[in-house]
T-cell receptor
Framework: KAGVTQTPRYLIKTRGQQVTLSCSPI?????VSWYQQTPGQGLQFLFE???????NKGNFPGRFSGRQFSNSRSEMNVSTLELGDSALYLC?????????????FGNGTRLTVT | EDQVTQSPEALRLQEGESSSLNCSYT??????LFWYRQDPGKGPEFLFT?????EEKEKERLKATLTKKESFLHITAPKPEDSATYLC????????????WGAGTKLIIKP
């Protein structure tokens, strides 16, 4: 079974630009979560989508948005990039996002904002 | 406030030297505690889920245990390939299944 696939693997953007990251979950998984990971803050939850609906949201500004398609693939968008947005962005999928449903992570997109 | 604290922040061991990593939590009514392993440049890899005090899970050289206030990840006779950051996360009631993450323990096994 293929794992969670994230593209692109690396991105370099300039402050003020916008960026879109893509995530393909494990086949059959309906929940997709996004996390930001930095050395100082660790894993920070961005949002979770389940059956194309945002079910949970973390404490990030509105510049961070996402969506999920009918095939469970998900995209995350960051507008008006800031230097502090430089991080590893991780996508994780699970069967239903509930109890007994561990997260399975992709290898992330490394975003560098200059 | 629900919190997860992992200790130590970093641990250096000789190959074959057994030890334990700690994950303490202040969540009331734990729904589940998860252990993950993360290698540099990769996403976290799921290891174990524990649900109730007294529960134990094993995988190769790793054994995870759970009490009412903390979990331990015991590593027996570690090898250099066990070097990684180990992350702990808990699921609290009323959290809509969202996880509260610890900062991780960076484990280095020297040959």
């Amino acid at each position: 079974k293929a794992g969670v696939t994230q593209t692109p693997r690396y991105l370099i953007k300039t402050r003020g630009q916008q960026v879109t990251l893509s995530c393909s979950p494990i086949s059959g998984h309906r929940s997709v979560s996004w996390y930001q990971q930095t050395p100082g803050q660790g894993l920070q939850f961005l949002f979770e989508y389940f059956s194309e609906t945002q079910r949970n949201k973390g404490n990030f500004p509105g510049r961070f948005s996402g969506r999920q398609f009918s095939n469970s693939r998900s995209e995350m968008n960051v507008s008006t990039l800031e230097l502090g947005d430089s991080a590893l962005y991780l996508c994780a999928s699970s069967q239903n996002g509930g109890d007994n449903s561990p997260l399975h992570f992709g290898n992330g997109t490394r975003l560098t904002v200059t | 406030e629900d919190q997860v604290t992992q200790s130590p922040e970093a641990l250096r061991l000789q190959e074959g030297e057994s030890s334990s990593l700690n994950c303490s939590y202040t969540v009331s009514g734990l729904r589940g505690l998860f252990w993950y392993r993360q290698d540099p440049g990769k996403g976290p890899e799921f290891l174990f889920t524990l649900y109730s005090a007294g529960e134990e899970k094993e995988k190769e050289r790793l054994k995870a245990t759970l009490t009412k206030k903390e979990s331990f990840l015991h590593i027996t006779a570690p090898k250099p390939e066990d070097s990684a950051t180990y992350l702990c996360a808990v699921q609290a009631p009323g959290s809509n299944y969202q996880l509260i993450w610890g900062a991780g323990t960076k484990l280095i096994i020297k040959p």
